[in-house]
């Protein structure tokens, strides 16, 4: 698509608003700035294509976390732009949700969502759709391999770009997937073994 970043998940529903959703494992990816940052992102994309502002879409940048980042204590946080003085919408069509992931209430929707993205057992999810996506991959010949081409391109990418951030968000995801050992992690991505072991250590605090 032409982007600076590559986001984990870009999708437009049926009335033409782009979701842009992120799985944060580490607090600092989840900064505020980030977010906005993402925000500016597509909209730049889409005025290369339009070159109107008029026609920008609405646009929602969603942060999957795994702790509570914005310390509110809410499963959810909703982010819209106000005019302050009047307190009402300021409805520039931009909207920011962080999905508090340390939440894993399975009575709520919500909930049950978040369990299984932190589930790796497609039998124990809630939601069939997604435990049969795990399930290819984890369980086929043909999803692991895929899987594995997938990787290899995403650390190549990193490796090429030379900046840390990318290759610090490889090793996150390898060190996530729990098929690497520290040392293949840190000789894959380029990074010193120590902070691989400092991510590491994150994933788990």
Known sequence: MGRSVRFD???????????DIEIQQASADADPRRARYHSSVIDSDFLRKRQDFTDLRETYV????????????AP??????????????????????????????VATE???????????????????PLADVVR?????????EKMCQIMEELINEAVAENTENNRTEIALKLLEDGTYSLE???????LPVDKVRELASQLVG
Do not use: W
Request: net charge negative.
């Open 110 to 128: 919500l909930g049950k969502l978040v369990h299984d993205l932190n589930c790796r057992n497609p039998d124990e999810m809630f939601f069939k």
């Open 9 to 19: 998940i870009d999708a437009v529903d049926s009335v033409g608003a782009e979701y």
């Open 62 to 73: 969603i942060f999957i976390t795994k702790y509570d980042v914005l310390k509110g204590g």
């Open 76 to 105: 959810i946080y909703f982010i819209e732009r106000m005019v302050t003085n009047l307190g009402t919408p300021f409805g520039d069509g931009e909207h920011i949700v962080y999905v508090n992931g340390a939440d894993k209430d």
């Open 136 to 144: 290819y991959f984890k369980e086929t010949e043909e999803g692991r």
């Open 184 to 190: 293949r992690v840190a000789y894959l991505t380029s």
